[in-house]
């Protein structure tokens, strides 16, 4: 099963990969053929006023960024997981988009699998919340695949979980996989559906929260701080 386990795992990086870059290749297209003040690109909802224009092209630099970074040897094992967050297995993918089906397809034949960990303190008003949301880092400082210089991996929060405010030193791109949701950065809240495309920038302060729906998010870390984890604040 390890080497047949292995392999699966490396199709599902290779495929994130690839749906970040087509994420940038759909936008360049667009971007040539629309000048539509209030058009969208597929699932992205990237609008074209100025402000969105600047988001876009932070979006699409770290996009190139993590895309063109060399993917690392394989040096550690991928082993069953024991986390309360394998009950969320079925319905972490059951609402994604044409755009996003083929990674949920590779995700769910080793959902049991992938290194599902959360490493917060313990919070008083948010006991136990590590049984409701986690991630599964793939690539990074600490996973199977060891790379300080970037992290790749997958974000998971329950149906009414508040992933409270946070931030951290790495710069962080999400594509929604699977769920709507609602994402606030800096105190600016929007719902974000499958296909979208989110950019946290460094040691900025931001939080999730989802509704009826689990939400399924690939996430990248890159920057000059990949190492250092999140805080609450």
Same mark, same amino acid.
């Not at 970074?69 to 993918?93: D, M």
């Not at 994604?96 to 490493?119: A, C, H």
């Not at 919340?129 to 060891?146: H, N, Q, R, T």
């Not at 809240?189 to 040691?203: A, D, F």
């Given at each position: 099963?390890?080497?047949?386990?292995?392999?699966?795992?490396?199709?599902?990086?290779?495929?994130?990969?690839?749906?970040?870059?087509?994420?940038? /290749? +759909?936008?360049?297209?667009?971007?040539?053929?629309?000048?539509?003040? $209030?058009?969208? =690109? *597929?699932?992205?909802?990237? &609008? $074209? $006023? %100025?402000? +969105? /224009?600047?988001?876009?092209?932070?979006?699409?630099?770290?996009?190139?960024?993590?895309?063109?970074?060399? =993917?690392?040897?394989?040096?550690?094992?991928?082993?069953?997981?024991?986390?309360?967050?394998?009950?969320?297995?079925?319905?972490?993918?059951?609402?994604?988009?044409?755009?996003?089906?083929? @990674?949920?397809?590779?995700?769910?034949?080793?959902?049991?699998?992938?290194?599902?960990?959360?490493?917060?303190? %313990?919070?008083?008003?948010?006991?136990?919340?590590?049984?409701?949301?986690?991630?599964?880092?793939?690539? *990074?400082?600490?996973?199977?695949? /060891?790379?300080? +210089?970037?992290?790749?991996?997958?974000?998971? =929060?329950?149906?009414?979980?508040?992933?409270?405010? &946070?931030?951290?030193?790495?710069? %962080?791109?999400?594509?929604?996989?699977? *769920?709507?949701?609602?994402?606030?950065?800096? *105190?600016?809240?929007?719902?974000?559906?499958?296909?979208?495309?989110? @950019?946290?920038?460094?040691?900025? =302060? &931001?939080?999730?929260?989802?509704?009826?729906?689990?939400?399924?998010?690939?996430?990248?870390?890159?920057? $000059?701080?990949?190492?250092?984890?999140?805080?609450?604040?």
């Amino acid at each position: 099963m390890s080497k047949e386990l292995d392999i699966k795992i490396r199709k599902i990086i290779d495929e994130a990969i690839k749906l970040l870059n087509e994420n940038n /290749k +759909d936008s360049n297209n667009y971007e040539k053929d629309h000048n539509d003040s $209030n058009s969208n =690109i *597929g699932d992205h909802l990237i &609008h $074209n $006023n %100025e402000f +969105d /224009k600047d988001i876009n092209k932070e979006i699409k630099e770290e996009i190139a960024r993590v895309t063109s970074s060399v =993917i690392p040897e394989q040096t550690g094992s991928f082993e069953k997981s024991t986390s309360p967050l394998l009950r969320y297995a079925e319905s972490s993918t059951l609402h994604g988009s044409k755009e996003t089906e083929p @990674l949920l397809g590779l995700i769910r034949e080793v959902f049991d699998y992938l290194p599902w960990k959360y490493n917060y303190e %313990e919070r008083e008003d948010k006991k136990n919340l590590g049984s409701y949301m986690g991630w599964a880092e793939l690539i *990074g400082p600490e996973a199977p695949y /060891k790379s300080d +210089d970037f992290c790749l991996g997958f974000t998971l =929060i329950s149906p009414y979980t508040l992933y409270p405010e &946070h931030r951290h030193p790495a710069i %962080e791109l999400y594509k929604v996989l699977s *769920g709507t949701a609602e994402w606030t950065l800096e *105190g600016v809240t929007s719902k974000r559906v499958p296909g979208e495309v989110i @950019l946290h920038p460094s040691n900025k =302060i &931001h939080k999730m929260q989802t509704y009826d729906q689990t939400l399924l998010a690939l996430y990248t870390w890159s920057g $000059n701080d990949v190492v250092t984890l999140s805080e609450y604040v």
